[in-house]
Protein backbone atom coordinates (compact mmCIF):
# COMPACT_ATOMS: atom_id res chain seq x y z
CA UNK A 1 0.00 0.00 0.00
CA UNK A 2 1.47 3.68 -1.00
CA UNK A 3 2.00 6.09 1.60
CA UNK A 4 2.23 10.00 1.04
CA UNK A 5 6.06 9.24 1.62
CA UNK A 6 6.13 7.91 -1.31
CA UNK A 7 4.01 10.24 -2.78
CA UNK A 8 6.95 12.80 -1.61
CA UNK A 9 9.46 10.64 -3.62
CA UNK A 10 7.95 10.67 -6.64
CA UNK A 11 7.12 14.60 -6.61
CA UNK A 12 11.00 15.35 -5.72
CA UNK A 13 12.13 13.23 -8.34
CA UNK A 14 10.18 14.99 -10.74
CA UNK A 15 10.68 17.33 -13.32
CA UNK A 16 7.77 18.08 -14.95
CA UNK A 17 4.95 17.13 -12.58
CA UNK A 18 1.12 18.00 -13.34
CA UNK A 19 -2.07 17.86 -10.76
CA UNK A 20 -5.00 17.49 -12.05
CA UNK A 21 -8.06 17.74 -9.62
CA UNK A 22 -11.90 16.94 -9.96
CA UNK A 23 -14.49 17.53 -6.94
CA UNK A 24 -13.25 14.92 -4.48
CA UNK A 25 -10.56 17.97 -3.51
CA UNK A 26 -13.20 20.66 -2.40
CA UNK A 27 -15.54 18.50 -0.59
CA UNK A 28 -13.68 19.32 2.49
CA UNK A 29 -14.63 22.92 2.00
CA UNK A 30 -18.19 21.55 1.87
CA UNK A 31 -19.28 21.28 -1.92
CA UNK A 32 -21.17 17.92 -2.47
CA UNK A 33 -19.39 15.96 -4.83
CA UNK A 34 -21.73 16.39 -8.46
CA UNK A 35 -20.97 12.47 -9.89
CA UNK A 36 -20.74 10.38 -6.47
CA UNK A 37 -22.97 7.98 -4.81
CA UNK A 38 -25.52 10.25 -3.36
CA UNK A 39 -24.20 13.37 -5.16
CA UNK A 40 -26.20 16.02 -6.81
CA UNK A 41 -26.71 13.92 -10.32
CA UNK A 42 -28.89 10.90 -8.51
CA UNK A 43 -31.56 13.87 -7.36
CA UNK A 44 -31.83 16.07 -10.53
CA UNK A 45 -31.37 15.41 -14.26
CA UNK A 46 -28.17 17.35 -15.14
CA UNK A 47 -29.84 17.82 -18.83
CA UNK A 48 -32.57 19.08 -17.55
CA UNK A 49 -30.96 21.61 -15.13
CA UNK A 50 -27.81 22.56 -15.76
CA UNK A 51 -27.62 22.46 -20.19
CA UNK A 52 -27.34 25.18 -22.77
CA UNK A 53 -30.63 23.73 -23.89
CA UNK A 54 -32.20 24.89 -20.93
CA UNK A 55 -30.83 28.16 -20.64
CA UNK A 56 -31.84 29.30 -23.75
CA UNK A 57 -34.88 27.67 -23.57
CA UNK A 58 -36.18 28.33 -19.64
CA UNK A 59 -33.98 30.71 -18.49
CA UNK A 60 -35.46 31.54 -15.02
CA UNK A 61 -35.96 27.53 -14.55
CA UNK A 62 -32.13 27.48 -15.37
CA UNK A 63 -31.16 30.42 -12.80
CA UNK A 64 -33.45 28.89 -10.41
CA UNK A 65 -31.22 25.59 -9.99
CA UNK A 66 -27.95 27.74 -10.62
CA UNK A 67 -28.47 30.42 -8.17
CA UNK A 68 -28.10 28.85 -5.17
CA UNK A 69 -25.09 26.84 -6.19
CA UNK A 70 -23.12 30.02 -6.86
CA UNK A 71 -24.45 31.20 -3.43
CA UNK A 72 -22.83 27.95 -1.84
CA UNK A 73 -20.10 28.14 -4.22
CA UNK A 74 -19.01 32.04 -3.14
CA UNK A 75 -19.89 30.70 0.46
CA UNK A 76 -17.10 27.59 0.53
CA UNK A 77 -13.50 28.22 1.25
CA UNK A 78 -10.33 26.81 0.63
CA UNK A 79 -9.08 23.76 2.16
CA UNK A 80 -5.75 21.90 3.29
CA UNK A 81 -5.93 20.13 -0.30
CA UNK A 82 -6.13 23.41 -2.05
CA UNK A 83 -3.41 25.30 0.11
CA UNK A 84 -0.67 22.27 -0.24
CA UNK A 85 -1.49 22.43 -4.23
CA UNK A 86 -0.39 25.70 -4.10
CA UNK A 87 2.76 25.53 -2.06
CA UNK A 88 3.92 22.20 -4.44
CA UNK A 89 3.44 24.98 -7.07
CA UNK A 90 5.09 27.39 -4.72
CA UNK A 91 8.17 25.06 -4.52
CA UNK A 92 8.36 24.48 -7.63
CA UNK A 93 7.82 20.77 -7.04
CA UNK A 94 4.89 21.24 -9.67
CA UNK A 95 4.72 22.66 -12.85
CA UNK A 96 1.09 22.85 -13.44
CA UNK A 97 -2.43 22.51 -12.36
CA UNK A 98 -5.14 21.29 -14.07
CA UNK A 99 -8.76 21.60 -12.63
CA UNK A 100 -12.25 20.27 -13.88
CA UNK A 101 -13.64 22.19 -10.71
CA UNK A 102 -15.39 25.93 -11.21
CA UNK A 103 -15.42 26.61 -7.79
CA UNK A 104 -12.36 28.84 -7.94
CA UNK A 105 -10.77 27.59 -4.55
CA UNK A 106 -7.70 27.11 -6.48
CA UNK A 107 -7.12 30.67 -6.79
CA UNK A 108 -7.67 31.65 -3.89
CA UNK A 109 -5.86 29.34 -2.06
CA UNK A 110 -2.54 30.74 -3.77
CA UNK A 111 -2.49 28.70 -7.45
CA UNK A 112 -1.51 31.13 -9.57
CA UNK A 113 -2.78 29.85 -13.08
CA UNK A 114 -5.25 27.05 -12.68
CA UNK A 115 -6.20 25.45 -16.28
CA UNK A 116 -9.62 25.50 -15.70
CA UNK A 117 -10.97 23.15 -18.13
CA UNK A 118 -14.76 22.92 -17.24
CA UNK A 119 -14.91 27.07 -16.50
CA UNK A 120 -15.71 28.74 -13.47
CA UNK A 121 -18.03 30.89 -11.42
CA UNK A 122 -15.65 33.79 -11.34
CA UNK A 123 -17.85 35.91 -14.16
CA UNK A 124 -20.63 36.50 -16.57
CA UNK A 125 -21.02 36.40 -19.39
CA UNK A 126 -23.34 36.79 -22.69
CA UNK A 127 -23.83 34.22 -24.93
CA UNK A 128 -25.23 36.97 -27.73
CA UNK A 129 -22.85 39.53 -27.60
CA UNK A 130 -19.97 38.11 -25.42
CA UNK A 131 -19.96 41.12 -22.80
CA UNK A 132 -18.38 40.11 -19.23
CA UNK A 133 -19.41 41.04 -16.38
CA UNK A 134 -17.73 40.14 -12.52
CA UNK A 135 -19.34 37.41 -10.35
CA UNK A 136 -20.65 40.42 -8.25
CA UNK A 137 -22.15 42.43 -11.00
CA UNK A 138 -23.95 38.87 -12.34
CA UNK A 139 -25.45 38.44 -8.97
CA UNK A 140 -26.48 42.34 -8.85
CA UNK A 141 -28.61 41.96 -11.99
CA UNK A 142 -30.19 38.65 -10.95
CA UNK A 143 -31.30 40.02 -7.45
CA UNK A 144 -32.65 43.23 -9.47
CA UNK A 145 -34.81 41.23 -12.18
CA UNK A 146 -38.08 40.34 -11.25
CA UNK A 147 -37.96 36.30 -12.65
CA UNK A 148 -34.60 36.20 -10.97
CA UNK A 149 -32.45 35.89 -14.24
CA UNK A 150 -29.24 38.40 -15.02
CA UNK A 151 -29.16 40.18 -18.40
CA UNK A 152 -26.89 41.81 -20.09
CA UNK A 153 -26.93 45.37 -21.60
CA UNK A 154 -28.07 43.90 -24.96
CA UNK A 155 -31.20 42.51 -23.16
CA UNK A 156 -30.02 39.19 -23.48
CA UNK A 157 -29.91 36.42 -20.35
CA UNK A 158 -26.38 36.15 -18.88
CA UNK A 159 -24.89 32.81 -17.91
CA UNK A 160 -21.79 32.04 -15.31
CA UNK A 161 -18.50 31.24 -16.80
CA UNK A 162 -19.47 27.82 -16.07
CA UNK A 163 -19.46 25.33 -19.00
CA UNK A 164 -22.46 23.55 -19.24
CA UNK A 165 -23.59 20.40 -20.54
CA UNK A 166 -23.92 20.78 -24.25
CA UNK A 167 -21.89 23.82 -24.39
CA UNK A 168 -18.02 23.57 -25.79
CA UNK A 169 -15.15 23.26 -23.40
CA UNK A 170 -12.71 25.87 -23.51
CA UNK A 171 -10.39 25.23 -26.12
CA UNK A 172 -7.20 27.45 -25.13
CA UNK A 173 -7.65 25.50 -21.39
CA UNK A 174 -7.90 21.83 -23.07
CA UNK A 175 -5.10 22.81 -24.94
CA UNK A 176 -3.27 23.65 -22.10
CA UNK A 177 -4.35 20.81 -20.39
CA UNK A 178 -3.07 18.36 -23.45
CA UNK A 179 0.12 20.33 -23.39
CA UNK A 180 1.12 19.83 -19.74
CA UNK A 181 0.01 16.27 -20.32
CA UNK A 182 2.41 15.24 -23.12
CA UNK A 183 5.09 16.99 -21.14
CA UNK A 184 4.58 15.17 -17.64
CA UNK A 185 6.91 12.94 -16.38
CA UNK A 186 4.33 12.72 -13.41
CA UNK A 187 0.72 13.43 -13.03
CA UNK A 188 -0.95 13.93 -9.53
CA UNK A 189 -4.65 13.12 -9.63
CA UNK A 190 -6.54 14.71 -6.77
CA UNK A 191 -10.22 13.99 -5.98
CA UNK A 192 -11.20 12.92 -9.54
CA UNK A 193 -12.64 9.73 -10.20
CA UNK A 194 -11.30 10.01 -14.29
CA UNK A 195 -14.72 9.51 -15.48
CA UNK A 196 -15.26 12.35 -17.82
CA UNK A 197 -13.40 12.97 -21.85
CA UNK A 198 -11.65 14.46 -22.52
CA UNK A 199 -10.12 14.73 -18.76
CA UNK A 200 -10.12 11.38 -18.10
CA UNK A 201 -7.61 10.91 -21.11
CA UNK A 202 -5.04 12.54 -19.97
CA UNK A 203 -3.56 9.89 -17.53
CA UNK A 204 -2.87 7.49 -20.57
CA UNK A 205 -1.44 10.57 -22.37
CA UNK A 206 1.47 10.33 -19.38
CA UNK A 207 1.57 6.98 -19.33
CA UNK A 208 2.12 6.25 -22.88
CA UNK A 209 5.12 8.53 -23.06
CA UNK A 210 6.97 6.38 -19.61
CA UNK A 211 5.52 8.68 -16.97
CA UNK A 212 4.22 7.92 -13.76
CA UNK A 213 1.02 8.19 -12.30
CA UNK A 214 -0.32 8.92 -8.80
CA UNK A 215 -3.58 8.87 -7.49
CA UNK A 216 -5.11 9.92 -4.72
CA UNK A 217 -8.86 9.57 -4.69
CA UNK A 218 -11.34 8.03 -1.97
CA UNK A 219 -13.17 6.11 -4.95
CA UNK A 220 -12.00 3.61 -7.41
CA UNK A 221 -10.84 5.26 -11.01
CA UNK A 222 -9.84 3.39 -14.34
CA UNK A 223 -6.40 3.83 -13.71
CA UNK A 224 -5.68 1.98 -10.15
CA UNK A 225 -4.18 -0.62 -11.22
CA UNK A 226 -1.57 1.65 -13.51
CA UNK A 227 -0.65 4.04 -10.73
CA UNK A 228 2.64 3.99 -9.64
CA UNK A 229 1.50 5.36 -6.12
CA UNK A 230 -2.10 5.28 -4.76
CA UNK A 231 -4.13 6.78 -2.27
CA UNK A 232 -7.43 6.74 -0.24
CA UNK A 233 -7.11 8.98 2.37
CA UNK A 234 -8.62 12.07 2.77
CA UNK A 235 -6.79 14.76 0.26
CA UNK A 236 -5.96 17.67 2.89
CA UNK A 237 -4.29 15.38 5.29
CA UNK A 238 -2.98 13.18 2.68
CA UNK A 239 -1.18 16.09 1.23
CA UNK A 240 0.03 17.57 4.36
CA UNK A 241 1.73 14.67 5.42
CA UNK A 242 3.31 14.64 1.60
CA UNK A 243 4.45 18.34 2.40
CA UNK A 244 6.22 16.95 5.70
CA UNK A 245 7.68 14.40 3.57
CA UNK A 246 9.12 16.80 1.39
CA UNK A 247 10.56 18.91 4.61
CA UNK A 248 7.69 21.84 3.46
CA UNK A 249 5.34 21.62 5.79
Not at 52 to 57: I, K, P, Y
Not at 182 to 187: F, G, I, K, P, T
Given at each position: MST?????DLLRGAEHAVVLTGAGVSTESGIPDFRSPGGTWERYDP???AS??????DPALFWRFHRPRIDMLSRAEPNGAHRAVAELERRGLVAALITQNIDRLHRRAGSPAPIEVHGSIDRGECLR???????????????AAEDGVPRCACGFQMKSGVVLFGEQLPPEAIDA???HA??????LVIGS?????PVSQLP???LRRGGRLAILNIGDTPYDDEAHVRLRGQAGAELAATLESLGVA
Open positions: AADLALEVLATFLRCEARVSLDELIARADAYDERADVMSLAVAALV
